[in-house]
């Protein structure tokens, strides 16, 4: 029996490389990159600038997957407010237009962002109020997928981590404490972190589904920013040496949601999966 393709985009990064460990055995796999393609040793590595439409296009035409996994994404911290918005709402344009015309089906992950922080907690089909340019990026994504490919499944998810490889936020908090400088994390700014190996057999489930539109999937845990970040950083050893301070951002800006709790009982029981919490996670790791 041939194997279904799919592919996944921003495979080179810390979602795209969870799937790829758990999807190679069951499909036969491409994975897009835009400039670290040694990070994609188990697929077929394509490189691929979302922004570039006829390269989407053409890419997507020629790989003729079955499926498609949309990761890929400029995050807080990793470009302006432009390029979040060229790569995070052009380039979901041009991916969901290639789906359509392979008829692919098209899994696209967005952001509890996309959320005011202010009516928690949120159903899945809570309309968007994004506070700050990320989540205006994510919430425009997540109205033109749905307006080109109506089948598709937009997964609202929240802070990604994992207990093997340290997630890109937890190491720039370690930079600057090795820097010795001071690190600042919120009391007030709550989230439902979930782990990398939850968050990629979701995706993968929801794949082989015909469910259409929002769904959240995050962990069962609500910690404050402040909670999980202390948590990580003593998962992985590190001495914060006095240096780390908190704080309400309630108090410093108005661009950041403050409750980001998301209903998680569709996903859990569309899914068949229970979305275990961080401190479950680590217990679960350690024995």
């Not at 919430?139 to 749905?146: D, L, S």
Request: with cysteine.
């Amino acid at each position: 029996m041939t194997q279904q393709r799919l592919l996944i985009t921003g495979g080179s990064g810390y979602l795209g490389r969870a799937l790829l460990a758990k999807a190679a055995p069951a499909y036969t796999v491409s994975a897009t990159y835009h400039t670290q393609a040694g990070r994609i040793p188990a697929a077929q590595a394509v490189p691929l600038a979302l922004t570039d439409r006829d390269q989407v296009l053409r890419c997507i035409t020629a790989l003729a997957p079955h499926v498609i996994l949309h990761t890929a994404a400029v995050n807080p911290g990793q470009g302006s407010a432009d390029a979040m918005w060229q790569t995070n709402v052009a380039g979901s344009r041009y991916v969901a237009e290639g789906a359509a015309a392979v008829g692919a089906r098209l899994v696209h992950v967005s952001s509890d962002v996309v959320h005011d922080g202010k009516h928690a907690p949120y159903a899945d089909d809570a309309q968007p109020a994004p506070l700050n340019a990320y989540g205006h990026s994510k919430a425009a994504a997540e109205a033109v997928v749905a307006d080109l490919v109506p089948q598709a499944a937009i997964v609202r998810t929240s802070l990604i981590y994992g207990v093997t490889e340290m997630d890109r936020s937890t190491a720039s908090f370690v930079q600057r404490l090795h820097q010795r400088q001071p690190l600042v994390l919120y009391t007030d700014v709550i989230r439902q972190p979930i782990w990398a190996e939850t968050l990629a057999n979701a995706l993968l489930k929801l794949s082989a589904l015909d469910y259409a539109g929002t769904l959240n999937v995050a962990g069962q845990q609500a910690l404050s920013r402040a909670a999980f970040g202390q948590r990580l950083l003593a998962w992985w050893g590190i001495n914060t040496q006095g240096r780390l301070q908190e704080a309400q951002a309630a108090e410093m800006t108005d661009t950041i949601p403050l409750d980001l709790r998301l209903t998680l009982t569709k996903a859990e029981h569309l899914l068949e999966m229970s979305f275990a919490g961080v401190d479950e996670v680590f217990a679960r790791q350690r024995g």
